[in-house]
């Protein structure tokens, strides 16, 4: 498959449609590790910003706060709604299971029901147990999709570090009925998963890519800095328009307010929300820096102490 596709239409407002028919905003701003008492802050910051997709997790510690910073910007700008905004967290390695999955996403909701009453989106995390657990898991999250269940209602349900045998096994349970939406992996140009791109694509769900700017760890590659300086275009914004070229849904994480705001502004403003063939901008890049960021073959995993969890097999450490 190609991936030097110089450039795409999207704006800051733009979203890509779910196999489930709802609609998730392209650009995402992720709490992972941001410090307890900071996240309420942060998601604040970056609705103000203009993002309509926070991402979460359980094991991220930040699920309240993210929710309350929610509300707080629901209050505080009236005419923005609930359904406006996206909400996705993940359950935790240790959850899985049927039952243990359900107890789980009860604790979920005793925290963040009181402030945006719904979820939007819940993923396995990783698929770092049995073939057993995660079916199970998986089976509970089916259920919550139900709007009558009685913990709270969740939209759409799907995975995070799923390797394709995974979700064969999924596809392959007898009580499958939902499509995982998307999968939420580590995707950069030092690590463009063409494999897992073309079954994500065959199958219908979308690739959310996390660590787009590697955690820091390539930012002073001296690729990167010599792409940067030939081009004049700014390295963070190489690699997150890099992942938007892709076609993937890119989760930014930042501590820094000024930040959350150059990240974003990476995509274009919208020309004019009356008219759909006038709301469209481009995000390009130079095809000679596609061409350098052009690594088909890298498998550098630069999260998870290096080893790549979509090859899990169970028993693994």
């Known amino acids: 498959m190609s991936i030097l596709t110089s450039s795409i239409e999207l704006t800051k407002k733009s979203t890509y449609k779910l196999n489930n028919g709802l609609h998730i905003p392209v ?23 203009g993002y309509r997709h926070i991402d979460s997790a359980v094991y991220y510690g930040s699920q309240e706060e993210c929710a309350e910073g929610i509300e707080n910007f629901i209050k505080d700008h009236p005419h923005v709604k609930r359904e406006d905004i996206w ?17 789980e996403v009860k604790e979920i909701a005793s925290l963040v029901k009181k402030h945006i009453q719904y979820i939007d989106l819940i993923l396995i995390h990783s698929p770092k147990s049995t073939k057993d657990k995660r079916i199970g898991s998986w089976k509970a999250l089916q259920e919550l999709t139900n709007p009558t269940n009685d913990i709270i209602h969740v939209k759409s349900i799907g995975v995070s570090n799923f390797g394709i045998a995974h979700l064969e096994e999924l596809f392959a349970w007898e009580g ?27 199958h219908d769900i979308l690739l959310e890519a996390y660590s787009p700017l590697t955690q820091g760890y390539k930012l002073n590659d001296p690729e990167l800095l010599a792409l940067e300086k030939e081009s004049g275009i700014p390295k963070i914004e190489i690699l997150l328009k890099w992942s938007y070229l892709q076609g993937f849904i890119v989760l930014a994480k930042t501590e820094k307010i000024e930040r959350i705001k150059q990240n974003f502004d990476v995509l274009p403003d919208a020309k004019d929300d009356s008219e759909e063939s006038a709301n469209l901008g481009v995000v390009k890049l130079p095809l000679d820096v596609l061409q350098a960021l052009n690594k088909p073959t890298s498998k550098e995993v630069l999260t998870w102490g290096g080893v790549d969890p979509t090859l899990y097999k169970d028993g693994d450490a």
């Open 27 to 49: 650009a995402g701003y992720g709490a992972y590790l941001v410090p307890k008492g900071k996240a309420r802050e942060l998601t604040y910051a970056a609705l103000v910003a």
């Open 87 to 103: 909400f996705t967290t993940k359950i935790t390695n240790p959850a899985h299971g049927y039952e243990n999955t359900l107890k």
């Open 176 to 202: 499958f009925k939902i499509k995982p939406v998307v999968n939420q992996v580590e995707l950069h140009p030092w690590l463009p998963r063409l494999d897992l791109r073309e079954y994500s694509i065959k």
